[in-house]
């Protein structure tokens, strides 16, 4: 069972990089590594995925190491609005599918 | 987009009562999840469906049974409502028959009380 350690919360101000670390020591060859991101009253919405190196979109990018026993959500110039809880998701085989698993979240907090 | 849609936001049950949580998705995604949200325990996975009539328990299962009679439909089934099952549950759904590198696609949740 591929578990995940993330921080409890983090704090930052407006503008900022933002870097939200993953640990995911167990990961199996093929499972993949997801992010997410919840606000408040509302399900988790996806955000990045990756498999090794690194993967950007237009919202993050995703830092994988070769070992892939962690991975890093970076989020550039953070604004207010991405205040939400960060959740990162390491797919874990079980007789031929996919068991996903999330994380406990990292609670992020955007001051003005 | 892909809309997941949960029947009711907000539920008030009592101890003992059979509760029926409805989640439809619109995409035609063969796989199909059920979750509860606890402060401090982040989401926990309860049961999941990857094709229609089939189902798996995920890491909480007790308590709970799901039904799957349509590919756009998964029911979570609390057989006997208890206070410890108040919580929050979330309905994810994605494509593909192994789900690996497919997100999940959340519904926004029924807040479920049991007094």
């Known amino acids: 069972l591929a578990k995940t350690t993330q921080p409890i919360s983090m704090d930052s101000y407006e503008g900022q990089e933002v870097n939200i670390t993953c640990s995911h020591n167990n990961i199996a060859t093929n499972d993949y590594i997801t992010w997410y991101q919840q606000f408040p009253s509302q399900g988790p919405r996806f955000i990045i995925q990756g498999y090794k190196t690194k993967v950007t979109n237009e919202v993050a990018s995703l830092f994988i190491p070769a070992d892939r026993k962690s991975s890093t959500l970076s989020l550039p110039r953070v604004s207010l609005s991405d205040t939400a809880v960060y959740y990162c998701l390491v797919g874990v085989r079980n007789t031929g599918f996919q068991k996903l698993v999330f994380g406990t979240g990292t609670r992020l907090l955007v001051s003005p | 987009d892909v809309k997941v849609t949960q029947s009711s936001r907000y539920l008030v049950k009592r101890t003992g009562e059979k509760v029926f949580l409805e989640c439809v998705q619109d995409?035609?995604?063969?796989?199909m999840f059920w979750y509860r949200q606890d402060p401090g325990l982040g989401l926990r996975l309860i049961y999941f469906s990857y094709d229609v009539k089939m189902k798996e328990k995920g890491d909480i299962p007790e308590g709970y049974s799901v039904s799957r009679e349509k590919k756009e439909r998964f029911s979570l089934i609390l057989e006997s409502a208890s206070t410890n099952q108040t919580s929050m549950y979330l309905c994810?759904?994605?494509?593909?028959?192994?789900?690996?590198?497919?997100?999940?696609?959340f519904g926004n949740g029924t807040r479920l009380t049991v007094t």
């Open positions: 994810a759904s994605s494509f593909s028959r192994t789900g690996i590198g497919s997100p999940l696609h």
């Open positions: 995409m035609d995604h063969e796989n």
